[in-house]
């Protein structure tokens, strides 16, 4: 996405909502301020760890209106990165803390992400490849599915090293 583009859009969401939308093209690192968290307008955020052997863990995804940052997180290394275009809203952790409504939208959203990562760490923990990948291929099935003629359609796309890595 070009700059005078992403300029103009954020421009237009701004008047539009009242808050400042940040876009991130796929594939960019989205920056993680201790301070508070990002909400997601739209497209797919995928989080992940580091490991201190520089391995990447895949820790799970935060799609359309699900909240993500380090302040959720007592992990040293926690990175995220945008799967798809992605815009998102950020909220300081005390604008949260004092708004009885934002913390309604968070607390559902933080139940969500919870049983996500016990699923992927359930996942993780299973020795053979093929379970490991037809669990994810479930789970992801039920969190970012769509329906289709055929089956049903997994809305991230993704690479052998992401599916490696979960």
């Not at 301020?33 to 797919?44: K, L």
């Not at 989080?47 to 935060?62: K, P, S």
């Not at 359930?122 to 089956?151: F, H, N, T």
Request: with cysteine.
């Amino acid at each position: 996405m070009t700059q005078v583009y992403r300029a103009v859009l954020e421009r237009e969401q701004h008047n539009q909502t009242g808050r400042r939308l940040h876009f991130y093209a796929k594939g960019e690192e989205i920056p993680l301020v201790p301070q508070g968290v990002w909400q997601v307008n739209q497209g797919i955020v995928q989080l992940t760890t580091l490991c201190q052997n520089g391995e990447e863990v895949w820790l799970g995804w935060a799609e359309t209106s699900a909240f993500f940052g380090c302040c959720f997180s007592l992990l040293r290394s926690y990175q995220a990165k945008a799967l798809s275009d992605v815009r998102l809203t950020w909220f300081s952790q005390a604008e949260i803390e004092a708004s009885p409504h934002l913390s309604q939208l968070v607390l559902p959203q933080m139940v969500r992400r919870l049983r996500q990562a016990e699923a992927m760490l359930a996942i993780s923990g299973m020795r053979r490849v093929e379970d490991r990948l037809q669990q994810l291929l479930l789970l992801m099935k039920g969190e970012v599915g769509q329906p289709v003629a055929e089956g049903t359609r997994i809305s991230m796309r993704l690479t052998h090293q992401n599916l490696a890595n979960a």
